[in-house]
């Protein structure tokens, strides 16, 4: 049987993007920590080297290929030194684009699509709220009808990349209360009344810029209305397998990274005149995690290939094969972490370590894309419990 994951051509991606992330990225990766932010270059570095756009179709300006081979490029990237917060800022038009390209409107298309995967502009995905957590259908950023524009008034908090935004795709309410009254709208953040109340700091995805939104009469064509009015809670729910099935990869890339990490500062660290390796109770810590680091892997990677292949995103099959992979993968990932770093000692306490900033990173992996408990849930009421 053909390992999909192995076609020559996918081969060449991940060789391709591991050496670019070993060349362009890692070296740079502790300033932009430090820095709190990505520059604006690396969008066009990447996608002139053809990585941005995976993903997305041609024919809106992207480099083609499927969650398969969006979930390459995550694997490689974080395997050779990246980062999921770099991840997380980098690719966060994967979260803020697939609405527009589904609503199909070629006006919206071209003006934020195809830039935005040249490399030109940043996008933005803006749904949570001071207070409202997991809860998508019960936001209150209101857009009231004014002519030919809507009016925006609320607040978004934890929104990715929205510091450095060109353009904010936005949860709004512009009906009843409940998920019936939701639309979603393309806001410039150079309109006014936009503004980035707060820049967040955060444990981890320091390299991530987060923010606080504030909208106060924010006037927007209705042309920037993405879909029906009253109509973007399922463009939003359409999203969450891709999402979430994203962050499981992102954990057990992280899983094998730290365990890559942990494996050669234990053949090298010495201790009591032996290598650290030769500890069995080191060895153990490994298989340990390795186990955990395949058995995310392959329920994370059926559950991708299954989505791959249909073109229903609310099969409920799909949104629970999704849940329950990002919940195994985060689980194993906080396990591996937590291990990398105590097999590092005191060397995986110090912020120079790669080993801290995986740690710190992991975190948000269980919180971000629906929460554990909430996936949960989900997943006990598609099973029928």
Same mark, same amino acid.
């Given at each position: 049987?053909?390992?999909?994951?192995?076609?020559?051509?996918?081969?060449? =991606?991940?060789?391709?993007?591991?050496? +670019?992330?070993?060349?362009?990225?890692?070296?740079?990766?502790?300033?932009?920590?430090?820095?709190?932010?990505?520059?604006?270059? =690396?969008h066009r570095e990447?996608?002139?080297?053809? +990585?941005?756009?995976i993903g997305f179709e041609e024919k809106v300006g992207g480099d083609g290929g499927d969650l398969i081979d969006i979930s390459i490029v995550s694997e490689a990237i974080v395997e050779n030194g990246g980062s999921t917060g770099l991840l997380a800022s980098l690719y966060t038009h994967g979260i803020a684009l697939p609405h527009i390209v589904e609503a199909g409107n070629a006006e919206l298309i071209d003006r934020y699509v195809r830039p935005?995967?040249?490399?030109?502009?940043?996008?933005s995905l803006g749904?949570?709220?001071?207070?409202?957590?997991?809860?998508?259908?019960?936001?209150?950023?209101?857009?009231?009808?004014d002519g030919g524009d809507f009016v925006v008034n609320g607040a978004k908090t934890f929104?990715?990349?929205?510091?450095?935004?060109? +353009?904010?795709?936005?949860?709004?309410?512009?009906?009843?209360?409940?998920?019936?009254?939701?639309? =979603?709208?393309?806001i410039d953040t150079d309109t006014p009344g936009f503004s980035v109340s707060r820049n967040l700091r955060k444990?981890?995805?320091?390299?991530?810029?987060?923010?606080? =939104?504030? +909208?106060?009469?924010?006037?927007?064509?209705?042309?920037?209305?993405?879909g029906e009015e009253n109509g973007g809670f399922y463009l939003v729910m359409q999203q969450f397998v891709t999402e979430r099935l994203s962050l499981a990869v992102q954990a057990y890339a992280t899983c094998q990274r730290a365990l890559d990490l942990a494996v050669g500062y234990a053949r090298e660290r010495e201790t009591f005149g032996r290598p650290l390796i030769s500890r069995q109770v080191i060895r153990h810590k490994?298989?340990?995690?390795?186990?955990?680091t395949e058995a995310a892997r392959a329920l994370t990677r059926r559950a991708i290939e299954r989505a791959a292949d249909s073109g229903?995103?609310?099969?409920?099959?799909?949104?629970?094969?999704?849940?329950i992979a990002k919940n195994q993968a985060v689980e194993a990932v906080e396990w591996v972490v937590n291990e990398a770093v105590q097999i590092f000692g005191g060397m995986g306490y110090m912020r120079e370590s790669e080993i801290d900033r995986h740690y710190r990173d992991a975190r948000l992996l269980g919180i971000g894309g629906g929460a554990t408990e909430v996936l949960n849930d989900l997943a006990a009421k598609l099973l029928g419990y």
């Open positions: 049987m053909t390992d999909r994951w192995a076609t020559p051509e996918r081969i060449a =991606l991940r060789e391709a993007v591991a050496a +670019f992330t070993r060349d362009r990225i890692a070296p740079h990766l502790p300033q932009w920590e430090d820095d709190g932010q990505l520059p604006r270059s =690396l990447t996608a002139a080297a053809g +990585f941005l756009g935005t995967l040249a490399g030109e502009l940043i996008g749904i949570t709220e001071p207070g409202g957590g997991s809860n998508v259908a019960g936001i209150t950023t209101r857009a009231a009808r929104i990715t990349s929205s510091v450095r935004a060109d +353009f904010v795709t936005t949860a709004v309410r512009t009906g009843e209360a409940g998920h019936g009254g939701i639309s =979603l709208l393309v444990m981890g995805w320091h390299c991530s810029d987060t923010g606080e =939104l504030a +909208f106060d009469d924010v006037r927007v064509p209705a042309a920037n209305l993405v490994l298989v340990e995690m390795h186990r955990r229903d995103k609310t099969d409920p099959q799909l949104i629970l094969d999704a849940a």
